[in-house]
């Protein structure tokens, strides 16, 4: 089963290198996020509404991967593989974030409306009055909190899954992910019926988050900076999301800043181009190590 397993990991990292994502036509989180987007709509009892849909819905997207999983691993563990690297390759991503960050940097140097424009793509804010230093302080936010969430998470499942078997292992990835669709579509406060979402998300991001910003440290080549980061936290409303991108702040020396909402490292100055791109540079190292980790605990 070890060697299963690392072969799935290293199979997902594979495709994410060679072909960054699916087209979103096909892709399964996109038809999952058009299930979700049916369920957008006013409930007449909301709460009790928004608890069956961050119940049900996950579930609904990671019982036929287990079964299709499981089936396949009737014939061997090693059968079971590609499967379970195909559904790990879906519910990650790292070259495709890597690259839309460093899009977005460069736009913001060249071509600012382009920059925000692109920036809908990786932050859901309203990007019209930015300027460059804020749009690039945007994207390297995003970078950070989409490689907890994008990446870490549910290779992080994953990995917790695997000694049950790759099934489980699947399955476990494709839940955190279902679960982080639901919170980014519903989990707003003007959506009721999301507010299970956001608060399931919340608890799932709690350990993934924390090893985010230690993964992102030791890329940055320095372990303290999670812990400098600590003190910006308490400025972000959500438990979880300061922590990757306050530790990259700290890792990078620069400012991020959500502009009325909250500013991590205070002290620093707005990101220049040259200042974002190490932001990604480390991100993209910390992805790397990610993949490694998970590899190597497969093989355990």
């Excluded at 460093?102 to 920036?119: C, K, N, Q, S, Y």
């Excluded at 909190?145 to 994008?150: L, V």
């Excluded at 476990?172 to 959506?191: C, F, H, I, Q, R």
């Amino acid at each position: 089963m070890s060697l299963a397993v690392a072969l799935a990991v290293a199979l997902a990292a594979g495709l994410d290198w060679v072909a960054g994502e699916p087209p979103e036509w096909m892709h399964p989180v996109a038809i999952f996020g058009r299930l979700v987007a049916r369920a957008d709509r006013e409930w007449q009892r909301p709460t009790a509404a928004g608890v069956g849909l961050a119940i049900g819905l996950p579930l609904v997207a990671t019982l036929p991967i287990v079964g299709l999983v499981a089936l396949a691993g009737q014939l061997s563990p090693l059968a079971a593989a590609p499967f379970a690297a195909a559904v790990l390759f879906t519910t990650t991503s790292l070259r495709m974030l890597v690259n839309e960050v460093r899009t977005v940097v460069r736009f913001a140097g060249e071509d600012l409306p382009t920059a925000r424009e692109r920036l809908r793509s990786l932050a859901g804010r309203d990007a019209a009055d930015l300027d460059a230093d804020l749009v690039r302080s945007a994207a390297v936010e995003s970078a950070a909190e989409n490689f907890a969430d994008g990446l870490v998470a549910p290779l992080f499942a994953f990995t917790l899954g695997a000694p049950f078997g790759l099934s489980v292992a699947a399955g476990a990835a494709a839940w955190v992910k279902a679960v982080n669709t639901l919170d980014s579509m519903l989990g707003y406060p003007e959506k009721p019926h999301g507010t299970a979402s956001a608060r399931l998300d919340d608890i799932v991001m709690w350990l993934p988050a924390r090893v985010s910003a230690g993964v992102l440290a030791v890329a940055a080549l320095d372990p303290r900076a999670a812990n400098r980061a600590r003190a910006w936290l308490p400025r972000v409303r959500s438990p979880n999301s300061g922590w990757p991108m306050g530790t990259l702040a700290a890792a990078v020396g620069t400012r991020l800043e959500k502009p009325e909402t909250y500013v991590l490292n205070s002290s620093g100055d707005t990101p220049d181009e040259e200042t974002a791109r190490d932001g990604v540079t480390v991100v993209s190292r910390a992805g790397v190590l990610a993949w490694t980790l998970a590899f190597v605990v497969g093989l355990l």
